[in-house]
């Protein structure tokens, strides 16, 4: 984790900056810490496809249904297809 910025700092920093940070920032109000900034990066297609053809070879046979049920008692369950399939028709719909 990235030593932290104050609201302060925030208010200065560009867009160009806040991209060069290395991760995760807390962003603090005196003591508090009262948010936490998390600057986007590109993805590499390359580490994007073998982290979608890892999670499929984990996934395959497991009954998404059941897994989805006995998650929703911890809350709201994400249902995205992560396969790469659908992510391949996410990036031609673009």
């Known amino acids: ?3 932290p910025i104050s609201i302060r700092d925030l208010q200065k920093m560009s867009a160009k900056a806040i991209e060069a940070l290395d991760g995760p920032t807390p962003v603090k ?3 508090r810490t009262v ?3 998390f600057p986007l990066k590109k993805t590499d297609p390359k ?3 073998a982290v979608l053809l890892r999670i499929e070879k984990l996934t395959k046979g497991r009954d998404h ?3 989805d049920a006995a998650l929703e008692q911890f809350g709201p369950v ?3 297809d992560w396969s790469l399939a659908a992510m391949k028709r996410a990036k031609r719909r673009k």
């Open 47 to 49: 580490k994007l496809r």
């Open 29 to 31: 109000a005196g003591d």
């Open 1 to 3: 984790m990235n030593k």
């Open 65 to 67: 249904a059941a897994d």
């Open 78 to 80: 994400d249902k995205t």
């Open 35 to 37: 948010g936490a900034l």
